[in-house]
């Protein structure tokens, strides 16, 4: 089992180019989300799904795109970025047999100039 | 919405000496409660949590207690260790939506040998 995985782990765009963290986990979880993390915080919100086919908006959700066409993938698209995008982003995943355990990823570090 | 706060930003204890962080939330329906660690690097994990219809938990060196009324619960960390140094996170969610935990600012422990 890997858990859940991030690529890249490292990333930096210009304003206004768009990118897409990728976001997998391999222990057959109906829920994922992805969060920010920026220094003194917390961790933000972003989106999240419940399930194939169906995503909601979280605390945090301009600028970001997601869909989930599959169990496994939970990808997270910058349409055009911009320097508040400048973040740590964690991914996470969870299942009705993980007793409300959250699983995040290592995180991928984003820099937008 | 939920709102989540938590002191201190920063924690430094000898190490054997016990370490406490604070949390108090707003939203009344509010009742899964989870203490996450971040190590540098990596994502944050779940060392324990507790439900609105306990008052308190204990998991070895790790203990939380929730007053309902009050709205604020704690993370108690006793017999500390350098390993134990590390950024807590508190969070609040709904049980069965664990997937839209809403995070404190987290709280950087330094337990100096």
């Known amino acids: 089992n890997a858990g859940v995985t991030q690529t890249p782990k490292f990333q930096v765009l210009k304003t206004g180019q768009s990118m897409t963290l990728q976001c997998a986990q391999d222990?057959?979880?109906?829920?994922m989300s992805w969060y920010r993390q920026d220094p003194g915080m917390g961790l933000r919100l972003i989106h999240y799904?419940?399930?194939?086919?169906?995503?909601d908006q979280g605390e945090v959700p301009n600028g970001y795109n997601v869909s989930r066409s599959t169990t496994e993938d939970f990808p997270l698209r910058l349409l055009s970025a911009a320097p508040s995008q400048t973040s740590v982003y964690f991914c996470?995943?969870?299942?009705?047999?993980?007793?409300?355990?959250?699983?995040f990823g290592p995180g991928t570090r984003l820099l937008v100039l | 919405g939920e709102n989540v706060e938590q002191h201190p930003s920063t924690l430094s204890v000898q190490e054997g000496d016990s370490a406490v962080i604070k949390c108090t939330y707003s939203?009344?329906?509010?009742?899964?409660f989870p203490w996450y660690k971040q190590e540098l690097g990596k994502g944050p994990q779940l060392i324990i949590d507790?439900?609105?219809?306990?008052g308190e938990k204990k998991d070895q060196r790790i203990a939380v207690t929730l007053n309902k009324t009050a709205k604020h619960f704690s993370l108690h960390i006793t017999e500390t260790q350098p390993e134990d140094s590390a950024v807590y996170f508190c969070?609040?969610?709904?049980?069965?939506?664990?997937?839209?935990?809403?995070f404190g600012s987290g709280t950087r422990l330094l337990v100096r040998p």
């Open positions: 939203d009344s329906a509010s009742n899964y």
């Open positions: 507790i439900r609105s219809n306990v």
């Open positions: 799904s419940v399930g194939a086919g169906i995503t």
């Open positions: 969070a609040a969610s709904i049980l069965g939506s664990s997937y839209k935990l809403i």
């Open positions: 996470a995943s969870s299942g009705k047999d993980s007793r409300e355990t959250q699983y």
């Open positions: 222990m057959n979880h109906e829920y």
